[in-house]
Each structure stands twice: as C-alpha cells, then as structure tokens.
T-cell receptor, first 114, second 116 residues
Framework: AQSVTQLGSHVSVSEGALVLLRCNYS??????LFWYVQYPNQGLQLLLK??????LVKGINGFEAEFKKSETSFHLTKPSAHMRDAAEYFC????????????FGGGTRLMVKP | DTEVTQTPKHLVMGMTNKKSLKCEQH?????MYWYKQKAKKPPELMFV???????INESVPSRFSPECPNSSLLNLHLHALQPEDSALYLC???????????????FGPGTRLTVL
C-alpha cells in the first residue's frame, strides 16, 4: 500500500520568502508523484508531476520539486512567495498498475504574509 | 480545451430529494472520476469510469449512483442523502486509467452540496 505524508498542515511565509512544502511517500514500486494546488472554492490544479524522466521537475507559477529516492521525498519549493500563492497544496502518488488511482497527502495550507 | 466543467456550482437539497450532478470534458479522455472532499481534507475517491464502464467503486453508499452516458459526460445521481454527505464533489478526467508517463488527472471546479 502506498501513502503520502505532508509535514505541516499549515505553513506561513512572508511575501518574497522561500516556500518549502514537504512531502514524503511510501510505495513498493517507483511511483508517479504530483503536486496539486487548490484555491478557495475551486477544484484542484496540477502544479507539476514526476514521471521518472528527471528528478528536478519545474511546474507552473514558478514552483519546482525534486524527487529524492533515498529520502522518499518530493518537496515543493518556490524561491519567492507571492500573495496569490496562498492556497491549499496537495501531494499525491500514483502507483504504476494501480489503475491511476491517486493517494493524496493530508494537504498543507500556505499562508503568505505581506 | 483542457477544461472539466461541473454543474451546478452549488446545490442545496433535502434528505428526501433526488438531484443529479453533471460533469463534462471534451479532451477525449476515456477515464473519469468522482471524488468527495470535506472541508480541510484531501479528496476521497468515490468512483472510476474507464471507457464508459464503472471500474472502481470505493464502497460508496447506494444513495450515490453514478452514470456515464458517453465518453464526455459523467453524472452522479443523488437520492435520500444525509446531512453528513454535505461536501464539495469533484469530477476529474484523465486520458485513461493506465499510469504510463504519469497520467495526470484534470479536475473540475466542483459542486458544493449542502444536505438539509
């Protein structure tokens, strides 16, 4: 069985500061990993995905994530936070052969202070 | 067109009502999904349709009845719901249910359901 842990249900940063949202996964096979963002009262939007092509993945809105197999991590970063980045962020894993079912982490609410 | 649309945006219903949620995509995707999301929680998978056939039912109560009339449409029929069923219902689609190349799911904006 696979699982996803997001450390920190709430993260607060100042505008212009580094954003770091943590995600650790457990999977018996090489996984596919995703970061989704959810703005208030909206659906989920894909930020980026890891599919084994490159360990450093660049996504939309200046976000990127690095896959570290040895640490079973896929942390999301952005060099400089904007007020518009305030949202809920979900890390998810999809096992190969699992019918494309996503297992989500518990989510991290990012707050950006002016 | 990379959009998944859902109607209605908001729905309030009584416990004896029958209502339906609708989801539509025109990306040629052959897999469609229903999720339920409670406040401050991640989405929970309810159903998966693959090539218009129900492939996964995550032990959802029978008061929720999915339907896939064609490859672009997905409905969720609701009957005799309980107040605890109040949530955001999200629809998603992907090319297939295969996982080659990280088959990402595209989500709609959701329907906010309130059961009185």
């Amino acid at each position: 069985a696979q699982s996803v842990t997001q450390l920190g249900s709430h993260v607060s940063v100042s505008e212009g500061a580094l954003v770091l949202l943590r995600c650790n996964y457990s999977s018996s096979v090489p996984p596919y990993l995703f970061w989704y963002v959810q703005y208030p009262n909206q659906g989920l939007q894909l930020l980026l995905k890891y599919t084994s092509a490159a360990t450093l993945v660049k996504g939309i809105n200046g976000f990127e994530a690095e896959f570290k197999k040895s640490e079973t991590s896929f942390h999301l970063t952005k060099p400089s936070a904007h007020m518009r980045d305030a949202a809920e962020y979900f890390c998810a894993v999809s096992d190969q052969g699992a019918g494309n079912m996503l297992t989500f982490g518990g989510g991290t609410r990012l707050m950006v202070k002016p | 067109d990379t959009e998944v649309t859902q109607t209605p945006k908001h729905l309030v219903m009584g416990m004896t009502n029958k209502k339906s949620l609708k989801c539509e995509q025109h990306m040629g995707h052959r897999a469609m999904y229903w999720y339920k999301q409670k406040a401050k929680k991640p989405p929970e998978l309810m159903f998966v349709y693959s090539y218009e056939k129900l492939s996964i039912n995550e032990s959802v109560p029978s008061r929720f009845s999915p339907e896939c009339p064609n490859s672009s449409l997905l409905n969720l029929h609701l009957h005799a719901l309980q107040p605890e069923d109040s949530a955001l219902y999200l629809c998603a689609s992907s090319q297939t249910t295969g996982t080659s190349h990280g088959n990402e799911q595209f989500f709609g904006p959701g329907t906010r359901l309130t059961v009185l």
